[in-house]
């Protein structure tokens, strides 16, 4: 494998700590990208277009560095046409509970032998231990949409880059490096590309300067270095309609983007309009009611400790009020679980 790479990107989320990276390569202080990538669901907020824009503008025409906005198409309408592959979203859902309804035995079971949850039983007839006789489950939509949307148009853009488009195979001495803006604090969703041909690095974790003192830059810092060059309103980069956020960020939409608000309430209603042969229902919001009759105003301490019993489920009250604060980046969805 070659060491060095035949060009290098930068991977442009538009959140804090990619517009950081972008700042300091124009700088100088990390090496310079030839290019910088921009994945588009085609479903960020305005403020996220309208900060791009104003990056492209201010730090990638004056320092020379094209930013390539990339595609696969609009995430909102793909997830609501019925004749397009399913798009999976992290919604919360409801569904037929999957240990007494396939035995035809609603909210109960008889001699049942399995392993349902982490325990076993044997022989067992009684309330059903899954749904605790409600007949229904709770889940998760299996996340599709950050591999689907964000990383295949990268992945084929490089490609192209590279000069060896999919179905090509690419020479093993060929790839590219992309710089990735992952802050110190985010240690644990440090993780490589996996591809061969498209290398990363974490210009953030080697730089000097924290406030603390350490090695590598955190959020905080890279919000007081945003700031201190007048780039404070950084907004944060995730789909109007991902369900991967905090009750207070709901709040703000509905208080301050109106628009946005009643475009994500009109695809929760959407998303349970499509007809589903397996019987799940989807929502936005981790109650798992309609968004525009969520609880997303502020509650007592008192208050969260039930709703977390009864329908909250297992979502820890800090998150469910505050949600992830950096929004949703190709290489590891930062709202959430890694993808
Ligand atoms: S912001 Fe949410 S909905 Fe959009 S791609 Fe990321 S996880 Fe999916
Ligand atoms: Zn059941």
Partial sequence: MSAQPAFRTLSLGAGVQSTTLFF????????????????????EPAAVYAHLDRIEREIAQPAGIPILRVTVGDIRADALDPAHKFVSMPTFTIGPCQVCIPRGTLGS?????????????????????????????????????????????IKKKVRELLGYPHPMSIPADVHAEQQVGFSRDELGRVKDSGLRYLRSVF???????????????????CRRYLKAHGWESTPRSACVGCPFRGNREW??????????????????????AIPRADGI?????????????????????????????????????????????????PWACRSGAAA
């Fill in 251 to 272: 709040r703000e939409m509905r208080d301050e983007r109106p628009a946005e608000w009643a475009d994500a309430v009109a695809f929760d209603h959407a998303l349970r």
């Fill in 281 to 329: 229902r989807e929502y936005l919001h981790a109650s798992r009611v309609p968004l525009d009759e969520a609880p997303i105003g502020r509650v007592t301490s008192h208050e969260w400790k039930s709703r977390q019993t009864d329908i909250f489920g297992q979502i820890a009250d800090a998150e469910l009020e505050l949600g992830n604060p950096d929004g949703c980046g």
């Fill in 203 to 221: 210009p953030l974790l080697s730089l000097e300067g924290a406030a603390d003192g350490r090695q590598g830059w955190t959020r905080a810092d």
């Fill in 24 to 43: 300091l390569a124009a700088e100088g202080r990390i090496p310079r990208p030839d290019v910088a990538i921009f994945a588009d669901t085609g479903w």
């Fill in 109 to 153: 079971v008889f001699n049942l032998t399995a392993e349902i949850d982490g325990k076993e039983y044997t022989d067992y007839t009684g309330v059903c231990p899954r749904c605790k006789g409600r007949g229904t489950q709770h889940g998760m939509g299996q996340r599709q949409c950050t591999p689907e949307y964000k990383i295949r148009p």
